[in-house]
């Protein structure tokens, strides 16, 4: 059974940091592009960041560019978001998900496989 689960999520005040993990299991997705969305009430699932592979240098949203890092551990099967400089309009879910096509990596119609989001609140 395929299964992405993300962590360490939390509650945290602005100019914070928090760093979040996807852990996979059930196939191996070392070739996949592996992203992380977020989904704020109300609003419409959006891209914050992915990572090809390889790994190196990750892919973000203009709106989290210079704050947040994606990385990876292909032997682990386990994927990071460092997040910092928190701010309240970062407070969402957010997602883990896989894209074994590797096309639109910013679309979340393009990935096949989704985590149960973790919920991360920035206070002011």
């Known amino acids: 059974q395929v299964q992405l689960v993300e ?7 602005a100019g914070g940091s928090l760093r979040l993990t ?33 790994g190196g240098k990750g892919l973000y949203a203009d709106s989290v560019k210079g704050r947040f890092s994606i990385s990876r551990d292909n032997a682990k099967n386990m994927v990071y978001l460092q997040m910092n400089s928190l701010k309240p309009e970062d407070t969402a879910v957010y997602y883990c998900a896989a894209n074994p096509s590797g096309y639109s990596y910013y679309t979340p119609g393009s990935y096949d496989y989704w985590g149960q989001g973790t919920q991360v609140t920035v206070s002011s």
């Open 22 to 54: 996807c852990t996979a299991s059930g196939r191996t997705f070392s070739r996949d592009v592996m992203g992380w969305f977020r989904q704020a009430p109300g609003k419409e699932r959006e891209f914050v960041a992915a990572i090809r592979w390889s």
């Open 7 to 13: 962590s360490g999520g939390g509650l945290v005040q």
